[in-house]
């Protein structure tokens, strides 16, 4: 067999090393988990199997829920696929349900809350409200105890 001065040459030269393009991990399709890392605008930034993406959430998903997600570092669903975005987020402790107008209805041992414009404790046919500065009883009954005195202040008091 011959051998050419050029393949000899050729075959003592190394190879030059090719630059590697550095391409995101490929994603799957289906649900996936993922963290938070900083809302941007309509989207969140979310670190998805090893990358970094910039995803809606599904218009079902309430944002301050994510909101809350990120801030307490608990996981979200994604859903990968054709139009990747965030379907939920992993619930980590028994929530109290708040509605997107920030209405919460709640069955609960013992309850301290903190409200803007009202605040409606009812049971039966009593009811007492806190609004704007006023506090309303109703019942059948309204019964007030005091171990010592018993002291009503104001600066006018109307009975019947």
Not at 22 to 46: C, D, N, Y
Not at 81 to 107: F, K, N, Q
Not at 108 to 121: I, M
Request: aromatic share 2%; glycine share 8%.
């Amino acid at each position: 067999m011959k051998h050419s001065a050029r393949s000899t040459e050729r075959a003592s030269q190394p190879e030059r090393a090719r630059p590697q393009r550095r391409e995101a991990p490929a994603i799957p399709s289906g649900l996936v988990l993922g963290t938070l890392l900083e809302r941007q605008g309509s989207a969140f930034r979310v670190r998805v199997a090893g990358a970094e993406r910039l995803l809606p959430w599904d218009p079902a998903v309430d944002p301050a829920l994510l909101e809350q997600a990120m801030a307490s570092g608990a996981r979200v669903v994604v859903e990968l696929g054709a139009a990747p975005a965030i379907v939920g987020a992993l619930v980590v402790a028994r929530p109290l349900s708040i509605d997107r107008h920030g209405d919460v209805e709640a069955r609960v041992r013992r309850l301290r809350l903190t409200a803007v414009d009202e605040v409606l404790l009812r049971t039966g046919g009593a009811f007492a409200r806190l609004k704007g500065g006023e506090l309303e009883l109703y019942g059948d009954r309204v019964l007030t105890r005091a171990r010592e005195v018993a002291r009503i202040l104001g600066r006018m008091i109307k009975l019947n």
